[in-house]
Nanobody, 113 residues
Framework: VQLVESGGGLVQPGGSLRLSCAAS????????MSWYRQAPGKERELVAA????????NYVDSVKGRFTISRDNAKNTVYLEMNGLKPEDTAVYYC???????WGQGTQVTVSS
């Protein structure tokens, strides 16, 4: 299992970023996928999840209305569109297949003026 996150960076409050996660080594279309984040000194938290077919979607309350998770099963890729970013969104973001115990290296998102 390999998960490679990309798209992070430094952005001002109110800005946007689109994260991507390229997956390989398993049947991507058969697994629900998720995005987690971990801020300095805090536990890793589940941010968003999407079912294998992309029909069922859930978000943590703090990002509802601002973040959108999506997937392209033809490209084995899951995305996280982040709008209206706030300083408290600063964290390392990871993608994960919900039933597999593998993590990528993560991508850093920093929201600061």
């Amino acid at each position: 299992v390999q998960l490679v996150e990309s798209g992070g960076g430094l952005v001002q409050p109110g800005g946007s970023l689109r994260l991507s996660c390229a997956a390989s080594g398993f049947t991507f279309s058969s697994y629900a996928m998720s995005w987690y984040r971990q801020a300095p000194g805090k536990e890793r938290e589940l941010v968003a999840a999407i079912s294998s077919a992309g029909v069922g979607i859930n978000y943590v309350d703090s990002v509802k209305g601002r973040f959108t998770i999506s997937r392209d099963n033809a490209k084995n890729t899951v995305y996280l569109e982040m709008n209206g970013l706030k300083p408290e969104d600063t964290a390392v973001y990871y993608c994960k297949a919900l039933r597999l115990d593998s993590w990528g290296q993560g991508t850093q998102v920093t929201v600061s003026s």
